[in-house]
């Protein structure tokens, strides 16, 4: 990655990896070799002198919502999908630490063997001291998403961004790139117009807490060469939405996915 010639504009990040990220090219579990590759790029983030903390998903293992359309008890479901989180949230402690990193995990939901409960005074020491937090089993309630619980973390560290990593998609469209090749892409996005047209951001609750606390948020495609270094200093070509002028890409950018 390019050398950054300017200071990162953000001290400390959440970075929000989804469960479908994490999978990789595997139709079920956690890829080693996209682990490799966070660790590897979240190194060199630590490196600038930026503050990481991550909240990761479960969908890789088990989605909440499927096992309710399938005629489990929501919550009861919700609870699996959060038992799922701590099982991703444990591989990439263990791949961030075989690149050098310290670790803490910190959990919603009790589970004292594995993980730290979360606390968010010990969390915001444990970023101070450089250490990577990792935020696993979401809020710790049913019906929340990790989306929000990634909302919500950024604002009780006092983070200045929440980094969203997707994949295989570079940012937000106006209709799905992957029905629509011709559909453009926001280079910018008010939080506004994110809720007004439903894009696929994140859920409405998540995107409210950020608007409400202006946590500006940058969506990217994890699979971009040096995406997350490029998102951490402000230097990529995902979306950025925020208190900013809607924009959108008049070339679309389908050949990047």
Known sequence: M????REPPHKRIVLKLSGEALQGDLSYGIDPVMLNTIGTQLKAVQQMGIEVAIVVGGGNIFRGATAEAAGMDRATGDYAGMLATIITALALQDALERHGLTVRTQSAITVTAVAEP????????HL?????VIFAAGTGNPYMTTDTAAALRAI???AGVLLMAKKNVDGVYEADPFKDPAARKFLTLSYLDA?????QVMDATALSLCME????????DLRAPHSIERAAVGDHTGTVVGDVKTALQEKSTATSR
């Open 213 to 220: 606390n202006a946590v500006p948020i940058i969506v990217f």
């Open 195 to 199: 809720l007004n047209r439903r894009v």
């Open 128 to 132: 101070e001291k450089g250490r990577v």
């Open 118 to 125: 979360y606390i968010r005074r010990r969390a915001m020491r």
């Open 156 to 158: 009780e560290i006092d």
């Open 2 to 5: 390019t050398k950054a010639v």
